[in-house]
């Protein structure tokens, strides 16, 4: 069992820059990959990054990559999202997630655990 926390979330201007914590708590969360998706008010939840603890490989939606970095503290079990040159686009509930073994990591019925999620608001 894992829970997850997630904060860091807030109001910033276009083109500024947030980071997002997702502290998660439970036995051996250094073996489950993690995962950060969002979701803006009227549409789908959108996947936008992902951290694989086999090889510690990193995946990114095409709408972030090179402005967001997913990293992971196994020693503190956190999990952080990096997001950089924001755009109004971004602005959206931001939840992390977090599964033994996901089958795919852009898919969010993949993952077992979720926090509540935290908002981020980007202004023009």
């Known amino acids: 069992q894992v829970q997850l926390v997630e904060s860091g979330g807030g109001l910033v201007q276009a083109g500024g820059s947030l980071r997002l914590f997702c502290a998660a708590s439970?036995?051996?969360?250094?073996?489950?990959?993690v995962a950060w998706f969002r979701q803006a008010p009227g549409t789908k939840r959108e996947f936008v990054a992902a951290?694989?603890?086999?090889?510690?490989?990193?995946y990114y939606s095409d709408s972030v990559k090179g402005r967001f970095t997913i990293s992971r503290d196994n020693a503190k079990n956190t999990v952080y999202l990096q997001m950089n040159d924001l755009k109004p686009e971004d602005t959206a509930v931001y939840y992390c997630?977090?599964?033994?073994?996901?089958?795919?990591?852009?898919?969010?019925?993949?993952?077992?655990?979720w926090g509540q999620g935290t908002q981020v608001t980007v202004s023009s």
């Open positions: 997630a977090a599964d033994l073994a996901p089958r795919e990591y852009d898919y969010g019925l993949a993952y077992d655990y």
């Open positions: 439970g036995r051996a969360f250094i073996t489950y990959s």
């Open positions: 951290h694989r603890w086999t090889g510690s490989s990193t």
